[in-house]
């Protein structure tokens, strides 16, 4: 049987209590057991998983989503989506509409605006886009309200090129209120962030959306086209 050195050592440091062949066992600092790692951890999906690099919980499903469904989303983008959802369902009886109507910078239309007209086709979407519908030289606004009057939403790719065409051009807040107080419209935000489309835009920047920067182009794609869907009653 061991026999304790205190009485005789001492116990005065961690090192001492160690030696001892009666209490080394027994007194271990916190740094010796194994780390113990949580089951809702950043790393973990537990909650529908985080998106890369925003460190925000994506763990709810609005009521529109199918149980089946792979996306989740935040409270916020609930809030922010509910209203569209809302007008979307009242214009479900309208005949011909497209799904939704893509505005872009037209410096995207080969590589953001594509990719996301592309990824919204691939997941059912109709998409009104400028490369097939919209002639070349339109006002900006006028095809926003264009499409809008002949989609069921209008999205609007918010990038590097978009702010500096709008800061070059310039936004008829009058009439960009007007739509946004449509519930009609989602901004999508794409290598560039929010605050900047305020600085051009406070009337489009004050409206939330998704952003790309927190989640993929795929997983908005697939949200927008959760969004959009509308089952048919018999």
Same mark, same amino acid.
């Given at each position: 049987?061991?026999?304790c050195t205190?009485?005789?050592?001492?116990?005065?440091?961690?090192?001492g209590?160690a030696?001892?062949?009666?209490c080394?066992?027994r007194?271990?600092?916190y740094n010796?057991?194994p780390t113990?790692t949580s089951?809702?951890?950043?790393n973990?999906?537990?909650y529908?998983g985080r998106?890369p690099?925003?460190?925000?919980s994506r &763990?709810i499903?609005?009521r529109? %989503?199918?149980s089946s469904?792979?996306v989740y989303?935040?409270?916020?983008?609930?809030?922010?989506l509910?209203?569209v959802?809302?007008n !979307?369902?009242?214009? %479900?009886?309208i005949p011909?509409?497209?799904?939704?109507f893509?505005c872009?910078?037209w410096?995207d239309?080969k590589d953001a605006a594509k990719?996301?007209?592309?990824?919204?086709?691939e997941?059912? #979407?109709s #998409?009104?886009?400028s @490369?097939?519908?919209?002639?070349?030289?339109?006002?900006?606004?006028r095809?926003?309200?264009?499409?809008?009057a002949?989609?069921? !939403?209008?999205l609007?790719l918010v990038?590097p &090129?978009?702010?500096?065409?709008v800061?070059?051009?310039? !936004?008829? @807040?009058k009439?960009l209120?007007?739509?946004?107080?449509r519930?009609?419209? #989602?901004p999508?935000v794409?290598?560039?962030?929010f605050?900047k489309?305020?600085?051009? &835009?406070?009337?489009?920047g004050?409206r939330?959306?998704?952003?790309t920067?927190? @989640?993929?182009m795929?997983k !908005?794609a697939?949200?927008l086209?959760?969004?959009?869907k509308v089952?048919?009653? #018999?």
């Amino acid at each position: 049987m061991a026999i304790c050195t205190a009485p005789s050592r001492g116990h005065r440091t961690a090192s001492g209590a160690a030696a001892c062949p009666a209490c080394g066992g027994r007194n271990r600092g916190y740094n010796s057991y194994p780390t113990y790692t949580s089951p809702y951890s950043s790393n973990s999906s537990s909650y529908g998983g985080r998106s890369p690099g925003s460190g925000i919980s994506r &763990s709810i499903k609005p009521r529109w %989503s199918n149980s089946s469904s792979s996306v989740y989303y935040t409270p916020t983008e609930i809030r922010t989506l509910t209203p569209v959802r809302e007008n !979307i369902e009242k214009r %479900s009886n309208i005949p011909d509409l497209r799904d939704v109507f893509l505005c872009h910078a037209w410096d995207d239309r080969k590589d953001a605006a594509k990719e996301l007209h592309d990824l919204l086709e691939e997941n059912g #979407v109709s #998409v009104w886009f400028s @490369e097939k519908d919209v002639l070349l030289g339109s006002s900006l606004l006028r095809e926003i309200d264009k499409g809008l009057a002949n989609s069921k !939403i209008g999205l609007v790719l918010v990038t590097p &090129s978009f702010i500096d065409r709008v800061k070059n051009e310039g !936004i008829a @807040e009058k009439e960009l209120s007007a739509l946004l107080a449509r519930d009609l419209l #989602v901004p999508i935000v794409h290598n560039t962030t929010f605050d900047k489309l305020r600085e051009v &835009s406070p009337l489009l920047g004050s409206r939330s959306g998704l952003d790309t920067n927190e @989640e993929s182009m795929l997983k !908005i794609a697939m949200k927008l086209a959760e969004l959009v869907k509308v089952e048919e009653t #018999v």
